[in-house]
């Protein structure tokens, strides 16, 4: 291919392929189920929480952060590989070219979210007595003029240097939070001040990465990362032949790591829980699933609702658990002399799986104090998890795994 125009058409085609392949196997019929119960709850208790909500509530301050910190995380999607350190530079003169229409991408996709979230605001403002009609217009034009600015700002901010990427978001999510605070408590002047403000300074920061090289190695890596946090995504619902997976040591969890014994019988649990502790897959998902459910906890204001909730999220902890510690094929030094008793690797995985839901179970008992306060359904939250965990472990067949 001889122009950016092509390349950036072919690749775009692929990338939304890509999205397509996977994202099939999450938006099933069972997640839509699950999303059904989610908003209705969630919509219901926010609608019975706005009848009750005092004017003085800080809604305004609320928004404006909420809004500010997703405009300020605005990373540009480039869709560049590898070979392009190589591949890109006799075409390197259109570099530009390709890069604005990345930039657009970037900014239609990372549209909908805020507004979004402004839409769901709405109700709460005017419960609130904060604004007008008018002024969630303004808003909405402002979040479309900042999410585009802040893209291309992003973008030029790291051309130029790579260690002030967060400084730079600290500065746009500053100026983000007064323009839409001000916008709405003061006069719709302090938008107009914050887009020409941003204006002013992504012209800045584009003049200086006009005199910068184009740093191709950052933004790869970049990419790669934005891709694998994708493919790790849809790892839950289906294999990834893509995925690559990744450690930390996390020192700040050494309490929770015994060290080693001489005992046979520890082997496997101290494997199983070092592995559990420093794969980050495993680790964020259990954490993940875990903060979920809390919530769930914390804001459903129907007992029966809860409990199908967090009954749900206690299944697709302990199964996914399950089939991400035992699905390992990597040869460890402790299968050249296994245990005398069978299973040994399997009874580790399921005695930590347990603890886990249980660690679950309490965390869930303590986010449902505040809206239940000291009674009986917390109590029943909890045992729902732990019910439905342990019956998970115990029907979960156990993988079988040929050496």
């Known amino acids: 291919m001889n122009s950016m125009r092509d390349i950036w058409g072919q690749r775009f085609f692929h990338y939304m392929n890509e999205l397509q392949k996977y994202m099939r196997y999450v938006f099933t019929g069972h997640l839509a189920i699950v999303f059904m119960f989610a908003i209705g709850a969630g ?55 390709y890069m604005k229409r990345a930039i657009s991408w970037t900014t239609f996709s990372q549209l909908p979210l805020p507004i979004i979230t402004v839409v769901i605001a709405l109700p709460l403002l005017k419960a609130t007595e904060i604004g007008t009609g008018i002024d969630y217009l303004l808003i909405v034009l402002l979040i479309i003029a900042l999410k585009s600015l802040y893209v291309g700002t992003e973008y030029c901010v790291r051309v130029v240097s790579q260690e002030f990427v967060w ?16 916008g709405l408590i003061w006069s719709p002047i302090a938008i107009l001040l914050g887009i020409i403000v941003a204006i002013m300074y992504a012209k800045w920061w584009e003049k200086q990465a006009s005199q910068k090289p184009f740093p191709y190695e950052q933004f790869i890596e970049l990419e790669q ?31 929770a790591m015994k060290q080693p014994t001489f005992n046979r019988r520890d082997v496997q649990a101290f494997l199983v829980r070092r592995t559990f502790i420093r794969t980050d897959d495993t680790f964020w998902l259990w954490l993940r699933l ?6 769930g906890a914390l804001l459903i204001p129907l007992p029966i609702v809860s409990f199908i909730f967090v009954g749900a999220l206690a299944f697709a902890t302990a199964v996914q658990l399950i089939l991400a510690l035992e699905g390992g094929f990597e040869f460890t030094m402790d299968q050249l002399f296994p245990e005398e008793e069978e299973k040994s690797q399997s009874k580790a995985v399921r005695a930590l799986v347990r603890r886990l839901i249980l660690l679950q179970a309490f965390i869930l008992l303590l986010a449902a104090l505040p809206l239940y306060g000291v009674s009986l359904t917390p109590v029943l939250i909890a045992l729902v998890a732990i019910i439905v965990g342990e019956a998970t472990i115990r029907l979960t067949k156990e993988q079988e795994v040929e050496l």
């Open 167 to 182: 400084p730079d978001r600290l500065i746009r999510f500053v100026l983000a939070f007064l323009a839409i605070q001000f």
């Open 290 to 295: 875990t903060v979920i459910s809390a919530l």
């Open 43 to 97: 919509g219901y208790a926010y609608s019975e929480w706005l009848k009750e909500v005092p004017v003085s509530f800080p809604s305004a301050l609320i928004v404006s952060i909420v809004i500010a910190l997703l405009l300020m995380n605005s990373g540009p999607t480039t869709l560049l590989k590898p070979a392009d350190i190589v591949y890109f530079l006799p075409l390197e003169h259109q570099l530009e070219s």
């Open 225 to 255: 990362n934005r891709m694998m946090r994708f493919y790790r995504f849809a790892n839950y619902f289906t294999e990834v032949p893509h995925l690559v997976g990744s450690v930390s040591k996390r020192n700040w969890l050494k309490f």
